[in-house]
Every structure is written in C-alpha cells, then in structure tokens.
C-alpha cells in the first residue's frame, strides 16, 4: 500500500490563479480530509467527506472547493490563490463507518507546501 | 468551539530522561484522542489513539493517558533518545471524525 499520497510536494502561484491540489489513498477509506498547518498554530480541517459523493465545510472552507467522485481520490481546488493561502496542505484518510460516531486513526499525507505570492 | 493547548511548546532534554507531555481540550465531549508525530518537512504519524471509554494507551516506551473530566492527556515518553526529536501534536477527535490539534510541543533529545 503506498498510503496516502499528495501532489504537488511544492507549488508557488501567483495571486489569483487557481489550481488543484491532489490527494489519494489506496486504502479503501471512507472518510478523507484536507487541513491547514500555518507556523505556531495546530492544523486547522478546511473540508472532508465521510464517502464519494459527500462533503462538508471544515473551520477553513473559504476559498477552497472540493469534490469527491471516487472513494480514492479527493482533489483540494483553490479557486482564486490569496497570499493568506500561503500554508502547508495535509489529505487524511481514515476508515469510519457513514453516519457512525466512532472515529478512527487518521492516516496523513506527506504535504503540499504552497507559496502565494 | 474546542480548544486544545500543548504546553511546553518547547522542550530540550538529555538523552536517557523520561519527559511528559502535556495537552488540554476544553470540551469534554470528544470522541477519542489521538497523539501525532511530525518530523521536519514530513507528515504526521499517529502514535497513539485513545478512545473516548479509555484511560490510557501504550506502544513501546510511550504511554498516553485520557482523563476526560479535567479535559487533559499526557503523552510519557521513557528513556528519550534523540531520534524522539520531532513535533508532537495532540488532536482531540469529534463526531464526524473531525480533528481539533493544539499547536505542538516540539522536543529536542541532546545526546
């Protein structure tokens, strides 16, 4: 298994541009997030879904739109780059069953470290 | 809105001590807690989860504990060696599997 995996490593825009930051597990999770990490502060969740076809807004979601067609795919999109985008980006995945309460061990990505100029 | 603090921040410690880390959450309605690592430039690596029922938690020298009344976790590291120099991050889990971390407490292991 390779995991969860992320691409780009690193990327450098321009204010106003758009890209996609993509992500992918090959563990067969359900549920699967993208967070934040600014220096000094924790990692904050942007969006996540509990499975393919359904997401939800994180304590972040502004700027940032996601979709989830696959169960092993969620791409991060930003649609018009700001210098406050300037972060590193984490995908977590984990195993939780729809609609239960239960969490599980979330399993991290290597990070997309974004620069906006 | 939960808030969890890490203190120390920071912390540098001769090989061979036994070091405790600390973490507070302020609502007591979580889900489980979960202890991460980060090395420099790298992802996390969970180390520890302890389930909401749980009091604590053991792999190898590390020992985490759960007292959710008080909203605190430790994180017991036995006989640091330096290669325990990394971030840890504590991460209290809430319905929906969502995450909420404090900010880290980064450790240093002098050899």
């Known amino acids: 298994n390779a995991g969860v995996t992320q691409t780009p490593k690193f990327q450098v825009l321009k204010t106003g541009q758009s890209m996609t930051l993509q992500c992918a597990q090959d563990m067969n999770h359900e549920y699967m997030s993208w967070y934040r990490q600014d220096p000094g502060m924790g990692l904050r969740l942007i969006h996540y879904?509990?499975?393919?076809?359904?997401?939800d807004q994180g304590e972040v979601p502004n700027g940032y739109n996601v979709s989830r067609s696959t169960t092993e795919d969620f791409p991060l999109r930003l649609l018009s780059a700001a210098p406050s985008q300037t972060s590193v980006y984490f995908c977590?995945?984990?195993?939780?069953?729809?609609?239960?309460?239960?969490?599980?061990?979330?399993?991290f990505g290597p990070g997309t470290r974004l620069t906006v100029l | 809105k939960q808030e969890v603090t890490q203190i120390p921040a920071a912390l540098s410690v001769p090989e061979g001590e036994n070091l405790v880390l600390n973490c507070s959450f302020t609502d007591s309605a979580i889900y489980n807690l979960q202890w991460f690592r980060q090395d420099p430039g790298k992802g996390l690596t969970s180390l520890l989860l302890?389930?909401?029922?749980?009091r604590e938690q053991t792999s190898g020298r590390l020992n985490a504990s759960l007292d959710k009344s008080s909203g605190r976790s430790t994180l017991y590291i036995a006989a640091s060696q330096p290669g325990d120099s990394a971030t840890y991050l504590c991460a209290v889990g809430e319905y929906g599997n969502k995450l909420v971390f404090g900010a880290g407490t980064i450790l240093r292991v002098k050899s």
């Open positions: 977590a995945s984990s195993y939780s069953p729809l609609g239960g309460g239960r969490t599980d061990t979330q399993y």
């Open positions: 302890i389930q909401s029922s749980q």
């Open positions: 879904s509990v499975g393919a076809g359904i997401t």
